[in-house]
């Protein structure tokens, strides 16, 4: 029942309409381009508004968007602070890990407001980030070209896909990539104000060398989550971001 609710509304909220794929992107990076305006964020990340969200890139030398649909259409834009501390991350793993890829998930609409099924994704500080996975301990991409579908996915309490528990995800590069973004985002005078990741999954994040430091830096997870929601971040981890005071 609750993969069928997950499915059901996930279906729902990305009813998105067809195009072609690289002409289109490539059309929608050039006529969204970002101007040299600092963006403005108002109010909060589940009742806000973005002004001069800029685009954040398809695709880098480590990285790339989820879903062509959801690019076209308005769900890849962030605070300019934000976008820069993201890019700089890549960078930073590309150092450490360069033979990695990663993924990112969806982002806020262009002048942020609600962009359904999140509750919140509405002023350009909050992202979506795609678990990281290995097979027979290495890197594993297989599951990373399904698009929205990715949301769909399903693991169990000890990270391993539901439909191939050889597939699991791999926790210490999440609590790395994590590690560097919050590093990154205090030379923007930002940081990280929560991050939603399934509960029955954070004992397994924190057990990893990484997930120590993690747990130590005190960036805040979580800690209460209703059924629903916990059970849509087990594919994905989300993060809030908000300006330092």
Do not use: W
Not at 146 to 152: E, L, N, S
Not at 170 to 188: P, R
């Amino acid at each position: 029942m609750k993969r069928i609710q997950k499915i059901t509304i996930i279906l729902f909220s990305l009813s998105f309409v067809g195009f072609s794929q690289t002409s289109k992107i490539e059309k929608y990076i050039n006529d969204n381009k970002d101007n040299e305006l600092a963006s403005f964020s108002k109010g909060s990340v589940s009742e806000g508004s973005l002004t001069n969200g800029k685009l954040f890139p398809f695709s880098g030398p480590n990285f790339h968007y989820f879903d062509t649909l959801s690019y076209i259409n308005s769900r890849a834009y962030l605070n300019n602070k934000v976008k820069e501390a993201v890019l700089e991350t890549y960078t930073d793993l590309k150092n450490e890990f360069p033979d990695r890829q990663f993924c990112i998930m969806e982002c806020s609409n262009k002048h942020g407001g609600k962009i359904i099924p999140h509750r919140t994704h509405q002023n350009g500080l909050s992202i979506d980030f795609m678990v990281p996975l290995i097979k027979n301990q290495k890197p594993y991409y297989g599951l990373d070209t399904i698009a929205r579908k990715h949301y769909f996915l399903e693991f169990n309490e000890k990270g391993q896909y539901s439909f191939d528990t050889s597939i699991s995800i791999d926790f210490d590069l999440i609590a790395k990539h994590i590690l560097l973004l919050n590093k990154q985002l205090n030379k923007q005078k930002l940081k990280i104000s929560k991050v939603i990741f399934k509960i029955e999954l954070k004992d397994k994040l924190y057990a990893t060398p990484n997930g120590q430091l993690l747990k130590k830096s005190g960036i805040y997870f979580a800690q209460q989550l209703t059924p629903l929601i916990n059970g849509l971040h087990d594919d994905h981890y989300h993060v809030d971001f908000e300006e330092m005071k």
